[in-house]
């Protein structure tokens, strides 16, 4: 099956620092991919939808300036979290739309101190 | 907006018995994508079965199938001869014809020995 990888796994930084986060799609080409967000026990709250060459969609509510997500190529999208404060600490999980359906990447915990 | 609704936050099953959780959506599209993801505690969510709402026979994979009522717009999933791995959070969600995903609450499943 199509997989997704998500890079890195856990990070920990500072306040105030700035995070990005990859996500791949190993052997297939996607020219969409979804970036979400998950509080402990809770569902998947999609941030933005990811469109390679073009900017990305954001939901209601999403900073566009906090949360920058580029699309570079068909198997590469990067959601970068800038000057990251303690309430943006979270779960994030990308996956990328293929063969009509979406394949997630493992998730990245964020913990910002 | 789409709608799903998961209306059984927690659910339980002894090992070897079947289990059937409840999905429902609100929708006016007639072309649309529904699925079942199970979200295991390490976090990788992974596609349990899916249908494609123009077909009417049900989905099945394995253990798994799902009773698809269009009419209702109901997609409820079964799970036979329960096994202690498919204890889990389990997540419908909808797929729009312009590739938008929407999600359930979720139903955490437990599986008693």
């Known amino acids: 099956g199509a997989v997704v990888s998500q890079h890195p796994s856990r990070v920990i930084c500072k306040s105030g620092t700035s995070v990005k986060i990859e996500c791949r799609s190993l052997d297939f080409q996607a020219t969409t991919m979804f970036w979400y967000r998950q509080f402990p026990k809770q569902s998947l709250m999609l941030m933005a939808t990811?469109?390679?060459?073009?900017?990305?969609?954001?939901e209601q509510g999403v900073e566009k300036d906090k949360f920058l997500i580029n699309h570079a190529s068909l198997t590469l999208s990067t959601l970068t979290v800038t000057s990251a404060h303690p309430e943006d600490s979270s779960f994030y999980i990308c996956s990328a739309l293929g063969y009509n359906e979406q394949f997630f990447g493992p998730g990245t915990r964020l913990t910002v101190l | 907006a789409q709608t799903v609704t998961q209306s059984q936050p927690e659910m339980s099953v002894q090992e070897a018995e079947t289990v059937t959780l409840s999905c429902t959506y609100d929708?006016?599209?007639?072309?649309?994508?529904l699925f079942w993801y199970k979200q295991p505690p390490s976090r990788q969510m992974i596609l349990v079965i899916r249908?494609?709402?123009?077909?009417?026979q049900n989905a099945t994979e394995n253990r798994f199938s799902v009773n698809f009522q269009k009419a209702a717009k109901s997609f409820s999933l079964k799970i036979s001869d329960s096994q202690l791995g498919d204890a889990a959070m389990y997540f419908c969600a909808y797929r729009s014809g312009g590739n938008q995903f929407y999600f359930g609450t979720g139903t955490s499943l437990t599986v008693i020995p």
């Open positions: 929708t006016s599209e007639s072309d649309y994508y």
């Open positions: 990811s469109n390679e060459g073009s900017k990305a969609t954001y």
């Open positions: 249908q494609e709402a123009y077909k009417q």
